[in-house]
């Protein structure tokens, strides 16, 4: 979701019944680094060691919030990525960062995570969905800087997933049932662009459709579902996993990134998916 990178949230999707100790076991892992948003800053570490890392995202704000990740490269800094963010009046950002990923659409006084495998170097951290009159988060100077150290001798695999999605260009590609219950959803870009996924439940008569057709930014409530999880923006070829339990109902998943050469919204272009889950396991399209 960003206007710059517009509204980034969305997608999601659900697996196999998964052990409930499985995802307790993701969100008190050890390992597991805590920033706070705010309207409009990120509070957290100012350093943290590489390889896979669990990213929590507490929203203390009154908007929804995400946290994404951006690898500068060597040579650039904090200074260099504002100065062109500007330059091109915050719609773009440049394409000499690397999006390794973050949180998605955290509504207000809520929480979520996403685990990333971060490579050790200087990153800027944004949130890019819009504020209610559709102008970025970043905008208003939502943006931190982290360092990310060498990874520990003892750093960790990533986690077991039951689910797969396959984001591509320009479309979702599900890989294991989607059942009742608590996931650990593995999220890969196999596309040639940068893409996001953002979970929607949907109400029983809605669809994706329906939900970006009544979507207004500035944290107002939806009347044809909420968003529930998901990761932000990833390089082709990385990879994310997220926690994720479903219920029976109506589900979507959604990317809003935009095409660097025609600036439309991949949803606009096919990367969207509804799925329904039964009770009794089996799900519909």
Not at 69 to 81: I, M, R
Not at 264 to 278: C, I, N, S, Y
């Amino acid at each position: 979701m960003v206007i710059l990178i517009q509204p980034i949230f969305w997608l999601l999707l659900a697996g196999l019944c998964l052990p409930q100790a499985l995802v307790a076991q993701v969100l008190t892992d050890p390992n597991q680094v805590t920033f706070f948003a705010k309207d409009y800053s990120f509070h957290g570490p100012a350093s943290i060691p590489g390889g896979w890392q669990t990213i929590r995202l507490m929203n203390q704000g009154r908007d929804f919030h995400q946290v994404q990740f951006l690898k500068l490269p060597p040579g650039k800094t904090s200074a260099d990525f504002e100065q062109a963010l500007k330059a091109k009046n915050f719609r773009q950002i440049p394409p000499w960062v690397h999006r390794y990923g973050g949180v998605n659409s955290v509504p207000p006084g809520s929480e979520a995570s996403a685990i990333l495998n971060l490579v050790p170097g200087e990153y800027v951290l944004i949130c890019g969905i819009p504020d209610i009159e559709g102008r970025a988060h970043v905008v208003h100077g939502m943006i931190s800087s982290v360092s990310v150290t060498p990874p520990p001798i003892s750093s960790p695999p990533p986690p077991h997933a039951d689910i797969i999605i396959r984001g591509g260009d320009f479309s979702f590609v599900v890989e294991g049932p989607l059942t009742p219950g608590p996931h650990i959803i593995q999220f890969r870009n196999d596309g040639a662009q940068a893409h996001e996924i953002l979970v929607l439940k949907l109400q029983p008569w809605a669809s994706t459709q329906s939900f970006l057709k009544t979507y207004r930014p500035g944290g107002t409530p939806n009347p044809t579902g909420e968003t529930i999880g998901g990761v932000v923006g990833l390089d082709p070829g990385l990879e994310s996993y997220f926690p994720l339990d479903l219920e029976p109902g109506r589900y979507g998943l959604l990317c809003f990134l935009r095409d660097p050469a025609t600036g439309a919204p991949h949803f606009t272009l096919g990367m969207w998916f509804d799925f329904e889950v039964q009770p009794d396991g089996d799900a519909r399209p």
